[in-house]
């Protein structure tokens, strides 16, 4: 197993070098690469070139991880599977780029469905537990939907230009109704986004597939969803509307995707919940970037763009680190409930680290890449609010009220995930046994910590190295005063690093001849503490839930006690977090579907008579309709 | 000046969104009528005299005084303080009354006619709704009474909102409003005040043993 | 840097001045005005309890947490002094400083394993997410009244009663800054300081088994934080005409008033029944919407 | 079954009819089966030959009578439960479980009551069996015994689902000091009354008052109507000094720092008047059987009557302010509410019943002393929630206000006798009931005598066993940050259960 996935991490390691040092020169250069493979051209513009480096490196983190990461995979596996384990995740990687480098529809196509296929195959990795199977069958016929769009857009395109590359599909949109061929595009792109309310795949697959695939996924697969909608927004010249939409939208997502963050108990839904809101993020940012530029606003749209770009770098670092942390618990523990978990620092104290700092890092606070991404995004909502025209003065205040609310939700989700998981003492006995895995492990996350660190301390730097991409989106120059206050921001971050070190160490002089007495922690006098007494992951949401109930599909189990029962017995409490969409909308739209395909089976009835008959009633139907000059 | 009379409506109705004891209601109702009163008299530039005492009757003596008196003594012969049977929660409650204010500024905002006033209209928009939110959300007959009148105070303020140039249709608009205030009056006297009393009558009975 | 000063000056009094207000109100005299500030002392001279559940979470957290309030003093000005690290959208770094020692405290607090705790660090995270809207809307209205979005900017050209101020926008923006001083700090109505029941509190809950020099860390803190939102209220009165020692008798003069009305609002009103806090820090949005709806109709936005 | 029609009363033990257990346990359901009007006082076992005689005091209210009936309970032998046809028995089977190991078939709720470690068992305090919520979803929070008021220790166990408390469980005991034994040994008169006056010392005057009664029907003296009246006053002023000392502290509780303090400043007089009286802020000393030790002469009563005055003024004013501020009625409104059906059903007595419509009242149900004259009308709310609890209080210290001036007045015109001499042996083989509405409920004394006059069984009864279980019920379903108020607006007796 892990030779097979070593062997493929050489692979990917290649094709990430390889494909690295073009995009590298794209950016630098400002020049496009871009090559005639057949008779189909690829192109990699400053954009896509990003894109290439977010993809290659989030691959290489997801493989370096994976390699120790299976070596300690308890089932055996056969040597099939490890070798179809390991050419997916290749195929992955490169369906990825492929994606990024398409310049027509067919090969967007192909390389999305790719994408699409090699992505089943690894979260099939664990297919010998049934939820594994259904959320990855689940998952590939979604996506098929979302290319069902694609396929759409091709036909309308090619019908009326008789080509389908990105120029033509621009030209098209331009003499045609734009939205005939952005909206199938964009169901499909939304669909891999996990935008609400197209999502409903995302959590299950993400908490079924092994972590480091899981990482990978979230860290980057999904940011492609994002790159169509920017990419082929960009291509019909976005307007405010359309802009306004896909802010709606991402106001929409991010605040469902946070809510329900907070009432999952398992840590890598949790996690999934948790990218759901920072896609939403990201798009709400390019729907402001689309209206700034439907009102010829250089400054909201420049910013907006640097909080996209910035924001998609900072989540694909830290979601890798906060994936490869849950996959080490599941590990350690066996366990991915945090109802289960708990005390982990002292059993696992190297994973539990990184878990904190990927944690502040995810709640966007200072001191962490996650604040410098999405300040640039609260810069471009609060220009907007000071816009004159009192409508795109409002979306300013919806995108900030949307950017503090999931701030805040956010710091509830990762208590929760760090608090109730990590701290206090253990729930069951999984966590006592823990121990940390092998140091080999932790040292992707600490790299992509790392990156995420320097993004932090140096967002600045990372724009002007960046201002190629946007200038290549907004065909705009970066305003020097927004340089200086990323910069200013970036030295504020080091400073706090700094004070925080330095106040730490006055205190250890302070107290370092102070006695320091150990104890249990306070309970009232009472002898017998035990876990039962600490706040569960369930218990922990359950205020935030009541309140946000609307949004939420939480079930409870339980039978209350009567007013007139005075000595209940023993009873249990349990409860059951549901995707609000697709416990409500999906399941009972396939229920559905499904019983009025019964209700057609009774015209199946094997008479090939009945069949003639069919045929000739559909053939009068067809002649009727002719003949109205209907069809 | 109309700004904060605007304002200070709008508080009011957010205030009704939180307010839990219909003791409060009855005496946002009250503020209301003399907010109304205090609109009218600036918004309407020219105003007689018999127009003036026709406002002043409407909305400080009925709006303000008559109406919450007789709520109010309704609640005290009743002793019902608290507004319990709520189908949303509080906090939800609130949500919608804030929802339902932007929603009408956003309305308001874009509707493009000269003759609107979009502060007043807002207003009576958010008041309408909230209004009609309360009477849809609480299960007392008394507390979709006072979610009529706020309906009402709306549509008082919708009257300014189009009605600079029509007090005509100001005054057909307040006619309307005396007879509907008039006929629930005569409502809560007779029908409300008599469902009460057997409520109490059987409460007595209940108190012997 | 005076603001610094003043913040640090007004921290040292101002939870005695709330405290000497209650006790007159309620008939006693009460302990002195820097009782607050012995106590800190003393318990900078302690030793510590740890308990054996927690971690280097427990330890570290308040210190980042008073490094966090700490930076968060820098980004105040003073009247037209220019706080110490001002820069565009300082706003924001603001509000997500006292986040960011929310977070910690709330770890801390789970890092226990106590029930208690957990109660407290549950409130801390909802309250804290609810307050955030008001706040954002507020400094955006005012932003956007001023055409300024950094503190030092925007309190060089903003005073109550300067032109352009509505009386009505300063009186509740007022309002609502003090209500967010109030639940962030953890007074009334929202939580209660003083009836030390682990069951209805939420800050004091949340420090429960801090002692020591950690102890006295969060006490520095939760006054600075208070000082803080002091001199907020106060730069709202800094007309800039006005000389150097005018304006710190109108600074130390707003804290005063703002303590005063701490502890008069204590004294006589009651707590909120908890499930109902949520819905009260919701109204604080909903004005601070009305604010901006009325900065909108002042600026000619909007034709009323 | 035998019917008795005056407390207290004392009857000899062989007047009570010994039957079967089957025959007696069908009785007691059958006399409860009436209703509300009745409930049970006491049970009290008695050691047998071959095992306990279990003697069940019985209470009407409509015909002011007492009833009791016996059975002898075989030593090893388990009987049938009570408890599941009528709760209110559960706290006294589960002490003579506790105490003398008798068993019971189906008792559903067979937990300690009052040992820390049970005596008869030998169970630790670890292995208190907590009613839980299974399936790790929820969590539990213990508070106590160790109180962030300085209050008395107890633990109370919640299930919470987040912030509401599915199940409140209360275990006592830490404070059991073995009062009855105590009294069982004290060999004179005046040991036996001091330990009276401290089973609870909130409840001062009505313990000290029960046991004199008890002590003086042993004995067959009568008390003359002057000491009779003063008693009534000093009951009254209890009362009334520990409802204004509550509302201050509920007030407290709510964060209403006016109400707190001011309550409070109010309650010094009313006790202080006790210091004048008979040195002691809680009365101690003051009742002794058969007489009271310092008298309420011309002076005192002036005394009294100018204090009263004040205090009405302040406390007037300072109520119409609580009950009329938004905040704490919107804080007291419909939490910890407890129905009167569930108020019935565990039994509960006092001040916890008449808030919630059951009008149990000793003072009514079964005067004393100088009650009989009296005709008292209890005080009764109906909402079942603080804010009804608070009411109570607040209409019981008018009440008591107006009553105490009405004997203040009578007491003017009356002229005293001698106090008779009470002996120190008691009548052989008899039992004494007495009962006392205490500011918190009916406070219950039984008294049961050897054959050589000496008292081999002393039991008390306090409201508090009644009426902590109308605490947890109160608490089920509401917030747990209502748990204070609701704690307090009980204000129920640690020391007074755990005897």
């Given at each position: 197993m892990r030779l097979t996935f070593m062997v493929a991490c050489v692979v990917s390691l290649v094709i990430a070098f390889v494909t690295s040092i073009p995009a590298v020169t794209v950016l630098v250069t400002g020049m496009a690469w871009s090559a005639d493979i057949g008779s189909v051209t690829y192109v990699a513009d400053s954009f896509s070139a990003f894109m290439v480096l977010v993809i290659n490196t989030g691959s290489v983190l997801a493989a370096l991880y994976g390699v120790r990461y299976l070596a300690d995979d308890p089932d055996g596996r056969s040597l099939t599977e490890s070798i179809l384990h390991g050419t997916s995740f290749v195929a992955l990687h490169a369906a990825m780029i492929g994606v990024v480098i398409s310049s027509d529809l067919y090969s967007l196509f192909y390389f999305w469905e790719a994408m699409s296929i090699s992505s089943f195959l690894l979260v099939l990795f664990d297919a010998r537990q049934t939820k594994a199977r259904t959320a990855a069958i689940r998952y590939i016929l979604q996506m098929h939907i979302g290319a069902v769009g694609i396929l759409v857009a091709i036909g309308f395109v090619s019908s009326a230009m008789g080509g389908v590359t990105y120029s033509l599909v621009h030209d098209y949109a331009a003499s045609h109704q734009t939205w005939i061929v952005l909206l199938p595009l964009a169901v499909a792109f939304a669909m891999k986004a996990g935008l609400f309310p197209l999502h409903s795949w995302l959590p299950d697959t993400h908490a079924a597939a092994p972590s480091h695939v899981s990482g990978l996924m979230s860290g980057v697969m999904i940011k492609l969803g994002a790159y169509g909608l920017i990419r082929f927004g960009l291509l019909t010249d976005p307007s405010t509307e359309l802009g306004t939409v896909l802010l709606v939208i991402g106001i929409a997502t991010a605040l469902f995707g946070i809510v329900n963050a907070i009432g999952q108990r398992d840590l890598k839904k949790l996690l999934a919940y948790s990218s759901v809101e920072n896609m939403g993020l990201i798009v709400m940012s390019v729907g402001m970037a689309f209206i700034a530029r439907g009102i010829d606003a250089p400054y909201i749209e420049i910013a907006a763009w640097s909080g996209v770009v910035l924001h998609i770098l900072h989540h694909m670092l830290i979601k890798a680190v906060l994936f490869q942390s849950a996959g080490n618990i599941l590990h350690g523990t066996h366990t991915r409930d945090l109802n289960n978990l708990g005390g982990l620092i002292h059993t696992m104290p190297g994973t539990v680290n990184l878990l904190l700092l990927g944690g502040l890092g995810i709640s966007a606070l200072p001191g962490s890449s996650g604040f410098v991404s999405e300040f640039p995004m609260y810069i471009s909502g609060i220009k907007t609010m000071m816009m004159s025209s009192t409508s795109i003065s409002m979306l300013g205040v919806f995108s900030v009220v949307t950017l503090c609310l999931a701030g805040g939700f956010a710091i509830i989700a990762f208590t929760k995930a760090i608090g109730i998981g990590a701290l206090g003492t253990a729930r069951t006995k999984a966590p006592l046994t823990a121990h940390d895995p092998h140091w080999t492990t932790r040292f992707p996350q600490w790299l992509a910590f790392g990156g995420a660190l320097f993004i932090a301390v140096a967002p600045g730097m990372f724009i002007r190295a960046l201002s190629g991409v946007l200038y290549g989106l907004s065909e705009k120059h970066i305003p020097h005063d927004l340089l200086t206050t990323l910069d200013t921001v970036g030295i504020g971050q080091a400073v706090l690093i700094i004070v925080v070190g330095i106040v730490w160490l006055l205190r250890m002089l302070a107290t370092r001849t102070k006695p320091v007495a150990e104890g249990p922690t306070w309970g009232c006098g009472f002898q017998e503490g035990d876990a039962r007494i600490q706040y569960t992951a369930t218990t922990y949401a359950d205020s935030t839930i009541e309140i946000m109930s609307p949004v939420t599909d939480v079930s409870v189990s339980y039978r209350h006690i009567d007013p007139a029962d005075m000595f209940p017995r023993t009873r249990s409490y349990h409860t059951e977090e549901k995707d609000l969409i697709a416990n409500k909308v999906f399941d009972p739209l396939a229920i559905g579907v499904e019983r009025v395909l019964r209700a057609l089976a009774v015209l199946q009835s094997g008479n090939m008579r009945s069949y003639i008959l069919y045929a000739f009633v559909f053939i009068v139907v067809v002649v009727v309709l002719t003949l109205a000059e209907v069809l | 000046m109309e700004t904060i009379f605007i304002i200070l409506f709008v508080l009011t109705l957010l205030y009704i969104g939180m307010a839990d004891r219909l003791s409060t209601l009855v005496r946002i109702l009250g503020v209301q009528g003399i907010l109304l009163f205090a609109t009218a008299f600036v918004a309407l530039d020219k105003v007689d005299a018999l127009n003036l005492s026709f406002i002043l009757i409407e909305t400080i003596l009925v709006k303000g005084l008559l109406i919450p008196a007789m709520l109010r003594r309704t609640l005290q012969r009743n002793g019902i303080v608290r507004e319990t049977e709520h189908t949303v929660t509080q906090f939800q409650s609130l949500l919608v009354v804030t929802v339902i204010i932007v929603l009408s500024f956003i309305l308001a905002n874009s509707i493009h006619q000269p003759h609107l006033r979009i502060g007043y209209f807002t207003a009576s928009i958010s008041a309408v709704f909230v209004g009609l939110f309360i009477v849809m959300t609480r299960m007392k007959i008394i507390t979709h009474m006072i979610g009529y009148l706020i309906l009402e105070n709306g549509i008082f303020l919708l009257s300014l909102a189009v009605g600079n140039e029509m007090p005509l249709a100001v005054n057909t608009a307040i006619l309307l409003d005396l007879l509907t205030s008039v006929l629930l009056l005569a409502f809560l006297v007779d029908k409300v005040g008599e469902t009460f009393q057997t409520v109490n009558v059987h409460d007595l009975n209940e108190l012997n043993d | 840097m005076i603001a610094l000063v003043v913040i640090l000056v007004v921290a040292l009094f101002f939870i005695g001045i709330v405290n000497r207000t209650k006790s007159l109100l309620g008939g006693r005299v009460g302990p002195g005005l820097f009782q607050h500030v012995h106590d800190v002392v003393r318990l900078f001279r302690k030793g510590a309890v740890i308990s054996t559940t927690s971690s280097i979470v427990f330890r570290l957290a308040p210190t980042i947490s008073f490094v966090a309030i700490l930076m968060a003093c820098t980004l105040i000005p003073f009247g037209t002094q220019p706080a110490l690290l001002p820069f565009q959208y300082d706003v924001v770094a603001f509000a997500y400083l006292l986040a960011l020692s929310r977070f910690v405290m709330i770890l801390a607090a789970l890092d226990t394993g106590s029930p208690f705790e957990g109660m407290g660090a549950n409130r801390e995270g909802i309250y804290g997410m609810l307050v955030e809207p008001a706040f954002f809307v507020v400094f955006g209205s005012l932003a956007i009244l001023t055409g300024h979005t950094s503190f030092t900017e925007l309190f060089s050209t903003l005073h109550v009663g300067s032109g352009g101020v509505s009386i009505l926008i300063s009186v509740l923006a007022v309002y609502v800054i003090l209500q967010i001083a109030m639940i962030e700090s953890s007074r009334l109505p929202i939580d209660d300081p003083k009836t030390h029941l682990e069951l209805t509190m939420i800050h004091e809950v949340m420090i429960l088994d801090h002692s020591g020099f950690d102890l006295g860390l969060i006490m520095v803190s939760s006054s600075m934080k208070f000082a803080l939102f002091g001199l907020l209220l106060a730069n709202f009165h800094l007309t800039p005409s006005a000389p150097l020692w005018l304006l710190l008798i109108i600074a130390f003069g707003v804290n005063i008033v703002f303590a005063m009305t701490v502890g008069a609002i204590e004294s006589f009103r009651a707590r909120n029944r908890m499930k109902r806090n949520p819905q009260f820090i919701l109204t604080l949005t909903s004005v601070a919407v009305l604010i901006y709806f009325s900065v909108l109709i002042l600026t000619n936005k909007l034709v009323l | 079954m035998i019917t008795i029609h005056h407390l207290p009363l004392a009857v000899r033990l062989d007047e009570i009819p010994v039957v079967s257990v089957e025959e007696a346990f069908a009785c007691i359901n059958q006399y409860l089966r009436v209703g509300q009007s009745r409930h049970v006082f006491h049970m009290v076992a008695l050691p047998h030959t071959d095992g306990h005689r279990v003697i069940t005091v019985l209470a009407d209210d409509h015909t002011h009578s007492v009833s009791l009936t016996s059975c002898i309970v075989r030593t090893g032998n388990p009987v049938p439960s009570l408890t599941p046809s009528n709760a209110q028995m559960h706290i006294f089977e589960r002490d003579l479980w506790e105490r003398?190991?008798?068993?019971?078939?189906?008792?559903?709720?067979?937990k300690p009551v009052r040992f820390p470690v049970d005596s008869f068992h030998r169970k630790g305090i670890d292995d208190y069996p907590f009613f839980r919520l299974e399936g790790g979803e929820s969590h539990e929070v213990g508070v106590g015994p160790i109180h962030a008021g300085v209050i008395e220790p107890g633990h109370f166990r919640f299930q919470c689902t987040g912030e509401d408390v599915v199940h409140l469980e209360i275990k006592l005991g830490y404070q059991h000091r073995d009062v009855e034994g105590e009294l069982e040994r004290a060999r004179t008169l005046q040991r036996r009354s001091v330990l009276a006056e401290s089973i609870a010392g909130d409840t001062t005057i009505g313990h000290a008052w029960a046991h004199a009664m008890a002590i003086e029907v042993l004995t067959e003296q009568q008390c003359d109507p002057i000491t009779e009246h003063e008693r009534v006053i000093a009951l009254e002023l209890e009362r009334m000094a520990i409802h204004v000392g509550d509302l201050g502290a509920l007030s407290l509780d709510v964060a209403w720092q006016l109400g707190s303090s001011y309550f409070g400043a109010l309650r010094t007089p009313l006790i202080n008047f006790f210091q004048l009286w008979c040195g002691n802020r809680f009365g101690k000393g003051l009742i002794r059987p058969g007489r009271n030790r310092f008298p309420l002469d011309e002076e005192r009563r002036k005394a009294m009557r100018l204090m009263l005055a004040q205090f009405e003024k302040k406390f007037t004013l300072l109520a119409n302010e609580m009950f009329s501020l938004p905040s704490v009625v919107a804080r007291f409104e419909g939490t910890g509410v407890v129905t009167h059906d569930q108020v019935a059903a565990i039994g509960a007595v006092g001040m916890s019943a008449r808030m919630s419509g059951l009008g149990r009242d000793i003072r009514r149900s079964h005067p004393h002393g100088s009650y009989r004259a009296l005709d008292h009308v209890s005080v009764i709310e109906h909402g079942g929630d603080v804010l009804a609890r608070a009411a109570v209080r607040r209409r019981e210290v008018d009440a008591s206000m107006r009553r105490i001036r009405i004997v203040l007045n009578e007491l003017s015109e009356m002229s005293g006798s001698d106090a008779p001499t009470v002996p120190s042996t008691f009548t052989p083989n008899t039992l004494a009931i007495s009962a006392v509405e205490a500011w918190r409920g009916e406070v219950v004394h039984v008294a049961v005598t050897d054959q050589d006059g000496q008292i081999q069984a002393y039991r008390i009864k306090d409201p508090s066993m009644h009426n902590w279980f109308a605490l947890a019920l109160a608490v089920r379903n509401n917030e747990i940050s209502d748990f204070p108020i609701c704690n307090k607006s009980f204000d129920l007796s640690y020391c007074g259960h755990d005897l």
């Open positions: - | - | - | 003398y190991g008798l068993e019971f078939t189906d008792h559903p709720w067979c």
